[in-house]
């Protein structure tokens, strides 16, 4: 089976001036429906690697294929439309638009996709903010709700695309153990149920345990590669 | 499209203060403007109207000065088509004679009901007067001559004309036609007794005068009429060229009025191109994050110039309305003595359209830099940092 992900030799280097070299000849291809996580000391290009993977961001040097397609070289507006369609972020400082609901905010990607809105994509919607359990809060203006709560509509509003990978970055960095284990079981069960692939940046070993895969970077490096599957 | 607009109206929406104050400075700008394009607007149309409201605009005379001409009404006929309002004159100085006294005053002959459309002497007759009957030796009298010389409704005189002949003539009314000169030198009559007077034959007349309805096309109408009667003894005399230091004044004024507006529309465009700027960078996280779920750069602009736009419909509106009651203000409490108002207000639709037209188009316009801005923005600054 072919990989979803596709790094080689992806190196960046911040800076003209004074250059920081943060990833070096990275190599790392991911497995459709696999479940990853990746952890390394802080400061060590794990959300670097992360953004690269997600088209946030582009590598110095080195070759990004998403699906097949080759990133690294693509316009601002394809991309976009790449992010749109086939990933979901969840971001560790959530990132919802306080000016919207949080039903609103998880229709999002719906409405940047330029669909029409209708009853199917209405129940999903609320399904998937059910799914979250986050069915009473649903008509919250984004801003007025708790942390655990934004993060889970940030989930939502990853899956609302039904997108083939989702990247996440430390999703619950902020949250209380209990809730943080409510929302790996959550991410386990998507992963399960939709066949989505997940890339987990965590610092939670206990998190990184229950995952299919851990890679770890220590200074920019792919370090340790450790598949259960 | 549509989103970008959703997007745009939430942002305002969600920041009422701020687009209150943003759609108030587009709204006093506007007012502003309108209410010094108006109060300019009406004082010419006014200062116009006293010029030119009660006074031939194109005048054929004979090419000799104070000569009569002769078939005027050849002339009369063939330019009825081109002009509404034409009426013949008869008219020259003569004296009148009271009781010792001999005094220089000017008849003016008139077919007084095509001349009433002109001088619209019959508004301008004084209680218990009426116009001459055609016909009769019955004359209007200027009301400032009237009481320099104590004449009353009903006397009798005698007009003594250069050439030596003495008429008698019959006073029926006194008329107030707000200029000062013809009220203190003016005696109007019917065509018949001014030519009685100044021993004229049948088919002539001093002057053919007449309104256009576009007074500021005088000059070219004058050229025109004179090509088409082609009368070597005629001559065409325009109002406007009589007129040269009240049209540069006029024009002079019009001129520095637009420039205030020009300023007050350029300030309104800063002022508004500068708080969209500040609110990029305030909702630079937002449109980071929406770039980060797909939205693309197009959109992304599209934001701010919706904001602009309807930032400018707002504050065009409201400034339309703040403008019509700055006016109406003005015009009741800037009043002359009498109590009318010190300038006439002249409320017109389409200038107030206009300025509500750029209210829009300009803030559209200042919130371009805020828009190539949003269009720039990269969506990983804003999740690096935060
Ligand atoms: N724009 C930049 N210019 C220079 N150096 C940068 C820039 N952005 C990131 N870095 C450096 O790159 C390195 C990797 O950063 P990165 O955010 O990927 O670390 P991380 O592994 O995600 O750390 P953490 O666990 O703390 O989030 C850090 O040393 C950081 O200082
Ligand atoms: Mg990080």
Partial sequence: MGNIINLSKVSKIYGTAVKTQVLYDVDLAIKPKSFNGIIGASGSGKSTLLNIVGTLDRPTFGEVEINGIRTDQMKKNDLAKLRNETIGFIFQFHYLLPEFTAFENVLMPHFIKGQKFDKRMNDRAHELMELVGLSKVKNNLAGNMSGGQQQRTAIARALINNPRIILADEPTGNLDSETTEVIYDLLRDINKKLETTFVIITHDRRIAEKTDRIIEIKDGRIYNDFSRI | ?386
């Fill in chain 2, 1 to 386: 499209m549509k989103l970008a607009f959703r997007i745009a109206l939430r942002f305002l929406s969600s920041n009422k203060g701020q687009t209150f104050l943003i759609t108030l400075g587009i709204a006093i700008g506007i007012s502003v403007q309108i209410f010094i394009g108006s109060l300019i607007e009406g004082l010419q149309i006014s200062l116009l109207d006293t010029t030119i409201g009660r006074s031939s605009h194109i005048t054929i005379a004979a090419s000799e000065k104070n000569e009569p001409f002769n078939d005027y009404e050849a002339v009369l006929n063939q330019l009825s088509n081109q002009v509404e309002k034409m009426t013949p004159t008869l008219t020259g100085g003569a004296f009148i004679k009271t009781d010792d006294k001999t005094n220089q005053i000017l008849l003016r002959g008139f077919d007084l009901a095509s001349a009433d459309q002109i001088y619209r002497f019959s508004e301008a007759v004084l209680e218990g007067g009426r116009l001459p009957a055609p016909g009769t030796n019955e004359v209007l009298m200027g009301v400032t001559l009237s009481e320099d010389y104590n004449i009353e409704i009903g006397d009798t005189l005698e007009i003594l004309s250069p050439a030596g002949q003495l008429t008698e003539i019959k006073v029926v009314g006194f008329f107030d036609l707000e200029v000062a000169a013809i009220n203190a030198s003016w005696v109007v009559s019917g065509l018949d007794l001014s030519r009685t007077v100044f021993d004229f034959d049948e088919n002539q007349v001093t002057a053919l005068e007449s309104q256009i309805e576009e007074p500021f096309d005088s000059d070219l109408i004058a050229t025109q009429m004179q090509t088409d009667v082609n009368r070597e003894d005629l001559r065409f005399d325009d109002w406007k060229a009589q007129n040269e230091a009240l049209l540069s004044g006029l024009s002079g004024q019009s001129t520095s009025s637009l420039m205030i507006q020009v300023f007050v529309v350029i300030s309104v465009v800063l002022g508004i191109a500068s708080v969209l700027a500040i609110s990029v960078l305030q909702k630079s996280r937002q449109i980071g994050i929406l770039k980060a779920m797909g939205i693309n750069d197009r959109t992304s602009s599209l934001v701010f110039l919706f904001q602009g736009f309807l930032l400018g419909i707002l504050g065009g509106l409201l400034g339309i309305l703040f403008g019509l009651g700055l006016l109406v203000v003005f015009s009741k409490f800037a009043l002359n003595p009498d109590g009318t108002p010190v300038v006439p207000i002249f409320i017109n639709y389409r200038f107030m359209m206009l300025s509500g037209l750029i209210a829009v188009v300009s803030s559209t316009f200042a919130s371009i830099i805020p828009a190539l801005k949003s269009r720039k923005l990269s969506p990983i600054e804003v999740i690096k940092n935060g």
